[in-house]
């Protein structure tokens, strides 16, 4: 397969950033949930630069030789450059949104952003004695002198880049966002609600802090490498090497350097050679940054209209009013839709599998645990009852290693059985298994889940989540956690997909099949619904589906790698992306098998990372109820005309238009499940 059949892996995340900023832009979403959107387009690009580009740096870094041998097809500088072009083509509209859209709308409803040149006399007078009381004793002065140590600039953290007038080193205060809150609301006239950014404050009261005039202040931030690059050895203790090396992400390589484009060129040149940056780390910005502090900028009005339309969630038709859920679960499966519907009840079932004298141990594997987690205060009483607890954590979870440690080290005191990470590969699954007694055998029941354990991302993702005792499925469940106890080798399961073992060829053999059916005249088309869509083998066997013609409809949340509607290559699929105002994290597969349809959800996309390195869980559903539940799901999305984006050859992310009335599939989703109450 050639290279120009395939989207760019980073180019395309930054096009599925884009959709992001989109929402920002869109007058028919809520102000406050576009300033989020903005919030969310400046956290994702964080990331990016932490761990991809710090990846594409590394891999430059490395000699020519070594590099063609790992990944020839990989051009670091090239697409460094081509990121840097996209990003600062962003950062510009980013920026237009902001202060051409936001503020004025903002205005609008009476509330005003006020900087440092209009303050009031009565603002003055408050700012004053903020700055004095909280802010001053906060600050420091560094100054980049010639022969001096470099002054180290903290990872994320905002400084001002400034100068005394009649000096000539410039120097640099950190603006203490990580101590004091980055807006501050100011007093105002009646009806009115006037706010200024922390980063206002210090800049009026620079002079102060300097003694003189000043020549000017330029807001600057570095963003450094965050991957860990921990050997996943197969002797030693990973752990402990992860504990250690926490400490090291905020002292990582430099990836950007933001910075005010409004700078003095020879400023910039003096700070670029002072922290020995090059010229792709440099990122012009406007006068603001970390705009991820915007995810705490509440309305001070309660005014319904600045937010999306509150959907509180629902109860489940049959769990809500089961005096017990294994009961309800030895007589029927049951599918759970998050947000769309509460989540209480996983962690009142493993209250109730601590209290069940039957129950005799509750396995489970967590990869992202809330800071006040249900899940485990829950696995805490089942302790408490004596039974046996074994929760497998992901401590190489990025950025939750320190949370899922805690947890872990919490649940070890307790008494649980805790293994941490499995050698050489991430475990990426989301399994709960209860084991009960139930006459002279035991008995299995199982959480299988696309989304992680985690009651306040469940508000926030959309995922889906089985709950069954049905033998096929649960004996399989049980052997996975074989596998992660070091009991078994490799799992032998006949239902479940498990990777790195099985998942890679039943997927590639689902979709020969519908190649073949396509041959033979049978039905023959796939949904399939995912966050990316990455790896080279299983596009090239879509490709080729497409050309058997096999009808492929694609739902793919972020990276696209794949190029659809190609003209005699891959004019059989279509593909969509949706972004709302929650993050759709299910993966969905569905295969029509002939006629006899197939629906599978799994933990894992279709990216290299979760067929071959990761142990993840692909299950059927076997329900005809559930079948036709989910199935009705997907279909609502595919005929969203609201939020859903088409992924097409130049990716610049066009609405799906249409003259039928506007369906919005999270809305319709939403009142879809309500109406299953009701029957």
């Given amino acids: 397969m050639q290279q120009e059949q395939l989207f760019n892996r980073d180019i395309s995340w930054l096009s599925f950033n884009h959709r992001v900023l989109q929402e920002a832009l869109d007058e028919n979403t809520p ?4 300033i989020k959107f903005l919030a969310i387009y400046s956290s994702n690009l964080d990331e990016f630069y932490r761990v991809r580009v710090a990846y594409l740096r590394s891999f430059r870094d490395l000699k020519k030789k070594t590099r063609k041998q790992l990944d020839s097809s990989i051009k670091p500088k090239k697409e460094l450059k081509r990121i840097r072009q996209i990003v600062q083509q962003q950062q510009h509209e980013f920026g237009q949104i902001f202060r051409n859209r936001v503020l004025p709308a903002l205005e609008a409803q009476g509330i005003r952003h006020v900087d440092e040149i209009a303050y009031t006399a009565t603002q003055i007078q408050y700012i004053r004695q903020y700055y004095f009381e909280k802010m001053y004793p906060l600050l420091q002065v560094l100054y980049l002198r010639k022969g001096d140590e470099v002054p180290f600039l903290k990872n994320r953290a905002l400084y001002f880049v400034t100068k005394k007038r009649g000096l000539e080193q410039l120097a640099i205060v950190e603006i203490p966002t990580g101590e004091l809150p ?19 404050v210090l800049r009026y009261f620079l002079p102060n802090l300097l003694d003189g005039e000043i020549e000017g202040a330029y807001s600057v931030k570095l963003s450094r490498d965050a991957e860990l690059y921990i050997e996943d050895e197969f002797s030693g203790d990973l752990l402990e090497k992860l504990k250690s090396s926490l400490e090291q992400r905020n002292i990582g390589l430099p990836t950007r350097f933001l910075y ?7 400023w910039l040149q003096h700070i670029k050679d002072a922290l020995y940056l090059s010229k792709n780390d440099l990122i012009p910005g406007a006068r603001y940054h970390n ?11 309660n005014t319904p ?19 017990s859920i294994t009961q309800c679960l030895q007589e029927q499966d049951v599918l759970l839709h998050f947000p769309y519907q509460k989540y209480d009840y996983i962690p009142r079932w493993i209250e109730e599998a601590a209290a069940d004298p039957q129950v005799k141990a509750i396995k489970i594997t967590l990869y992202r645990l809330a800071s006040k987690s249900a899940i485990v205060s829950s696995l805490m009483k089942a302790l408490e009852q004596g039974k046996e607890v074994v929760a497998f954590i992901e401590a190489k979870a990025r950025f939750d290693e320190a949370s899922n440690i805690y947890w872990g080290d919490q649940l070890t005191a307790k008494g649980a059985q805790v293994f941490y990470s499995y050698p050489g590969i991430k475990v990426h699954t989301k399994l709960l298994l209860i084991q009960r007694q139930e006459a002279e055998n035991t008995r299995n029941y199982a959480y299988l889940g696309t989304g992680n354990f985690n009651e306040k991302t469940a508000r926030l993702y959309a995922d889906h989540a089985l709950m069954s005792a049905d033998k096929r499925l649960t004996n399989e469940v049980a052997q996975v956690f074989d596998l992660l106890e070091r009991k078994l080798l490799i799992p032998k399961a006949k239902h479940l997909l498990v990777s790195p073992f099985t998942t890679r060829q039943g997927f590639v053999d ?4 519908e ?3 396509a041959q033979k005249g049978l039905p023959a088309y796939m949904i399939l619904k995912m966050n990316s869509l990455e790896d080279t083998g299983m596009i090239e066997k879509l490709y080729e589906a497409s050309q058997a013609g096999v009808k492929i409809q694609l739902i793919v949340r972020g990276i696209c790698c794949l190029k659809a509607e190609l003209a005699g290559f891959s004019d059989q699929i279509a593909a969509i992306s949706l972004v709302d105002r929650y993050l759709e994290h299910a993966r969905v597969y569905l295969f029509a098998n002939g006629g006899q349809e197939k629906i599978f959800l799994a933990s894992a996309d279709w990216m290299t990372r979760n067929m071959d390195r990761r142990v993840e869980v692909v299950f059927p559903i076997y329900s005809p109820s559930l079948f036709k539940e989910l199935k009705d799901l997907l279909h609502i999305q595919l005929r969203d005309n609201t939020k859903a984006r088409r992924l097409n050859a130049v990716q610049d992310n066009p609405y799906m238009a249409s003259e039928l009335s ?9 009142e879809y499940l309500k109406t299953k109450l009701l029957a």
């Fill in 260 to 266: 005010d484009s409004k700078m003095p060129e020879v």
């Fill in 510 to 513: 689902l979709v020969d099949q």
């Fill in 31 to 34: 102000l406050f949930e576009r």
């Fill in 291 to 301: 705009f991820n502090d915007f995810f705490a900028f509440d309305a001070p009005i």
């Fill in 662 to 670: 506007p369906v919005r599939a999270q809305v319709a989703i939403y």
């Fill in 305 to 323: 209209v600045l937010h999306d339309v509150p959907q509180e969630p629902l109860p489940h038709p049959v769990l809500e009013t089961a005096p």
């Fill in 182 to 200: 980055r807006f501050i609301w100011l007093p105002a006239p009646t009806g009115e609600y006037h706010f200024t950014f922390l980063d206002d």
């Fill in 515 to 517: 190649i073949e059916n």
